[in-house]
């Protein structure tokens, strides 16, 4: 073997030597952060697992001054729990436990009842499309109308928190307002400038908010009584027991759920909400007694 050859060996054999070294280095590297990737997200679980037990223990979300444990426990049993005195009803609700919320003429022939959850992004484009519509309706006495609201969206895994059960208590303190300051505040709720998107913060679930949105409705601007009842959670209780009701409802697998005379109104098999005006009137109208 020549000296050449010798050399050009030798040199083969350095090159050989570095690149299995710097796969080797490359594998441990590659070992070094799958660990921290593994313990990473070992730990991202655990959070996530006390951060959905948390929620789901019916504590506050941010803002949410509300104890909802204590709140179910009043709507069982009426009596005081946690920071509620207990049962309130806001003024002019019906029935046993006042979950009978009716605006219009109380003798009309017709009841058009609508279920909907305060979190639900389809009811949002519902009251968007009708909410008009169905309170013209009311003017002209054409159907008493009734509301049923759930709180489902709460209980979400995936986007739990306490909006719709906070907005609905909200909701109720605005009834014990006025029906025109009910109908004015759902409307502003739903509106697609201040209804939150389903996946993201759960701005519902802030008293400040909830009431800060209420300043652009005359009858709740500077209202220390509504402030005072959304703070104090006055009507969470009320709201655990709209939920009740909500849950119990016959045929209602979703939201929004519109019925005429307890009869499920809706097209297709599934019988949908009607989400179109014209739709609305169709159905609503092909229902109601002459």
């Given at each position: 073997?020549?000296?050449?050859?010798?050399q050009e060996a030798?040199?083969?054999?350095?090159?050989?030597?570095?690149?299995?070294?710097?796969?080797?280095?490359?594998?441990?590297?590659?070992?070094?952060?799958?660990?921290?990737?593994?313990?990473?997200?070992?730990?991202?679980?655990i959070?996530g697992?006390?951060?959905?037990?948390?929620?789901?223990?019916g504590?506050?979300?941010?803002?949410?001054?509300s104890?909802?444990?204590?709140a179910?426990k009043?709507?069982?049993?009426?009596?005081?729990?946690g920071?509620?005195?207990?049962?309130?009803?806001?003024?002019?609700t019906?029935?046993?436990?006042g979950?009978?919320l009716?605006?219009g003429?109380?003798?009309?022939?017709?009841?058009?009842?609508?279920?909907?959850?305060?979190?639900?992004?389809?009811?949002?484009?519902?009251e968007?499309a009708?909410?008009?519509?169905?309170?013209?309706d009311?003017?002209?006495g054409?159907?008493k109308a009734?509301?049923?609201?759930?709180?489902?969206l709460?209980?979400?895994?995936?986007?739990?928190?306490?909006?719709?059960?906070?907005a609905?208590?909200?909701l109720?303190?605005?009834y014990?307002v006025?029906p025109e300051?009910?109908?004015?505040?759902?409307?502003l709720?739903?509106?697609?400038?201040?209804?939150?998107?389903?996946?993201?913060?759960?701005?519902?679930g802030?008293?400040?908010?909830?009431?800060?949105?209420?300043q652009?409705?005359k009858?709740?601007?500077?209202?220390?009584?509504?402030?005072?009842a959304?703070n104090?959670g006055?009507?969470?209780?009320?709201?655990?027991?709209?939920?009740?009701?909500?849950?119990?409802?016959?045929?209602?697998?979703?939201t929004?759920?519109?019925?005429?005379?307890?009869?499920k109104?809706?097209?297709?098999?599934?019988?949908?909400?009607?989400?179109?005006?014209?739709?609305?009137?169709?159905?609503?109208?092909?229902?109601l007694?002459?």
């Amino acid at each position: 073997m020549s000296k050449r050859n010798s050399q050009e060996a030798k040199r083969e054999a350095r090159e050989r030597l570095r690149i299995e070294r710097e796969k080797q280095a490359k594998k441990d590297k590659l070992k070094r952060n799958l660990g921290i990737g593994v313990a990473a997200i070992a730990v991202l679980a655990i959070a996530g697992g006390i951060g959905v037990a948390v929620t789901n223990m019916g504590g506050s979300s941010d803002g949410d001054a509300s104890d909802w444990d204590a709140a179910a426990k009043v709507a069982d049993s009426t009596k005081a729990s946690g920071q509620y005195k207990g049962y309130e009803t806001p003024a002019g609700t019906e029935g046993k436990d006042g979950t009978d919320l009716f605006l219009g003429d109380k003798d009309a022939k017709n009841t058009v009842t609508v279920y909907e959850d305060m979190r639900c992004p389809v009811c949002a484009s519902f009251e968007q499309a009708n909410g008009e519509v169905i309170e013209k309706d009311i003017e002209d006495g054409k159907y008493k109308a009734e509301f049923v609201f759930g709180t489902f969206l709460d209980k979400n895994p995936s986007i739990a928190g306490t909006g719709s059960k906070n907005a609905l208590s909200a909701l109720g303190a605005a009834y014990n307002v006025s029906p025109e300051a009910f109908l004015e505040y759902k409307k502003l709720l739903y509106s697609a400038e201040h209804h939150p998107d389903e996946s993201g913060p759960d701005k519902f679930g802030e008293d400040e908010h909830l009431i800060e949105l209420a300043q652009d409705i005359k009858e709740l601007k500077g209202n220390k009584e509504f402030e005072d009842a959304v703070n104090n959670g006055t009507f969470d209780p009320w709201a655990v027991k709209m939920s009740q009701k909500f849950d119990d409802a016959k045929d209602v697998t979703g939201t929004p759920t519109v019925k005429v005379n307890g009869e499920k109104a809706g097209v297709g098999e599934q019988q949908n909400a009607p989400m179109a005006p014209d739709q609305y009137n169709q159905v609503i109208d092909s229902k109601l007694k002459k």
